[in-house]
Antibody, heavy 118, light 108 residues
Framework: VQLGQSGAEVKQPGASVKVSCRIS????????LHWVRQAPGKGPEWLGG????????IYTEKFQGRVTMTEDASTDTAYMDLSGLRSEDTAVYYC????????????WGQGTLVTVSS | EIVMTQSPATLSVSPGERATLSCRAS??????LAWYQQKPGQAPRLLIY???TRATGIPARFSGSGSGTEFTLTISSLQSEDSAVYYC??????????FGQGTRLEIK
């Protein structure tokens, strides 16, 4: 499995950003993709992902209402849309795929730097 | 939310020696803990999952132990390429996942 992400973005406060993650080696429906971000000098932070037990996407409470994760099966591409951007959203955003039958994140995309600045 | 606390923040060890990194969970997470290695400009790389199982391609000098709330990553016979930041991650409350703040390992 390989995850290839879209390029860096610079956005103004209040804007939205959409990051894509192209999957190769598997189809998007075979993976339960998640999204993790990492602000400069900080540890990773989980945003949300697909829960195969429920068949639904779940988002961390901190981002409820601001983040939307979708998939396009025709292109095997996943998307993460974050709205209402503020300076503290400046981070590298990763799409990740967990191990089968385990919650550890085995496969990581290369990351997409999103910079929020006026 | 389960809070993960790593110690020490920075560790400096000589080549060939052993490094011991700690991770504490704010509540019991059974064995559902992973360790990652991150080098500058790279995505984190999975080292250990389920507390003690090495991921594919990870050398045997990396080992993990612990249970409940206290966990340890041990790197024996340190090499220069082991210089990195190491993160622990809990996934007991799947899919509500949390990471520690990291330990920076420096090779003297």
């Amino acid at each position: 499995v390989q995850l290839g992400q879209s390029g860096a973005e610079v956005k103004q406060p209040g804007a939205s950003v959409k990051v894509s993650c192209r999957i190769s080696g598997y189809t998007v429906t075979e993976l339960s993709l998640h999204w993790v971000r990492q602000a400069p000098g900080k540890g990773p932070e989980w945003l949300g992902g697909f829960d195969p037990e429920d068949g639904e996407r779940i988002y961390t409470e901190k981002f409820q209402g601001r983040v939307t994760m979708t998939e396009d099966a025709s292109t095997d591409t996943a998307y993460m849309d974050l709205s209402g951007l503020r300076s503290e959203d400046t981070a590298v955003y990763y799409c990740v795929s967990p191990l089968p039958e385990d919650g550890a994140f085995e496969i990581w995309g290369q990351g997409t730097l999103v910079t929020v600045s006026s | 939310e389960i809070v993960m606390t790593q110690s020490p923040a920075t560790l400096s060890v000589s080549p060939g020696e052993r490094a011991t990194l700690s991770c504490r969970a704010s509540q019991s997470i059974s064995h559902r803990l992973a360790w990652y290695q991150q080098k500058p400009g790279q995505a984190p790389r999975l080292l250990i999952y389920s507390t003690s199982t090495r991921a594919t391609g990870i050398p045997a000098r990396f080992s993990g132990s612990g249970s409940g709330t206290e966990f340890t990553l041990t790197i024996s016979s340190l090499q220069s390429e082991d210089s990195a930041v190491y993160y622990c991650q809990q996934y007991n409350n799947w899919p509500l996942i949390t990471f520690g703040q990291g330990t920076r390992l420096e090779i003297k």
